[in-house]
């Protein structure tokens, strides 16, 4: 059968050959895949100038769809889309300018959950340190009494099970 090829963006294989994995590697496909797949992590601005660079879509406007999809070089967002896209550019930047004049971390940051997360286990420590005994075992609500189940699903006695003479180290 021989050694293939797993292409990661195309979520296909096939069989690796130099002819086989140029051929596919300058195919439209998988050259539409790859620009799909960073296009992914491409930042909120650089989306909003090539979104406000298109002309909108006639065909997407009148129904909802296009044939081309993302591939379409015409803008498939409304006015509202592009307001909502021009606030997150805008917060973006506030929150680089905050951190850039050396001003104290927005609260919902990871420092603030860390902060939370501290004291929770603090106060938890402390507390588990007044408690001297555990709280005895119960049963859920709605079980039947102790003495209707079997001896495989009854707590154990408060010392724990008696251990057989045989089974005790010598």
């Known amino acids: ?18 002819h086989n ?13 790859k620009r799909l797949w960073y296009d992914l992590f491409r930042d909120a ?4 100038q090539e979104e406000q660079t298109k002309k909108p879509c006639r065909k997407f406007l009148q129904t909802g769809q ?3 999809g993302p591939n379409c070089r015409f803008s ?6 592009l307001e909502k896209l021009s606030a997150q550019v ?12 050396g001003a104290d971390i927005p609260p919902g940051t990871i420092e603030d959950w860390l902060d939370k997360r501290a004291q929770r286990l ?5 507390n588990s340190a007044l ?19 079997p001896p495989s699903l009854q707590a154990p006695p408060p010392g724990g099970w008696p251990v057989p003479p045989s089974l005790q180290w010598g």
């Open 21 to 33: 994995r140029k051929k596919h590697l300058n195919g439209v496909q998988h050259l539409r895949a």
């Open 90 to 101: 805008q917060g973006e930047k506030r929150l680089k300018e905050l951190q850039r004049e």
């Open 1 to 18: 059968m021989g050694k293939r090829y797993f292409c990661d963006y195309c979520d296909r294989s096939f069989q690796d050959n130099l």
């Open 122 to 126: 603090s106060t938890a420590q402390s």
């Open 66 to 68: 296009c044939d081309f």
């Open 131 to 149: 408690l001297e005994k555990p709280a005895p075992f119960q049963y859920p609500p709605g079980w039947p009494p102790v003495q209707e189940l």
């Open 45 to 48: 601005a650089a989306i909003l």
């Open 76 to 81: 498939h967002m409304t006015e509202q889309d």
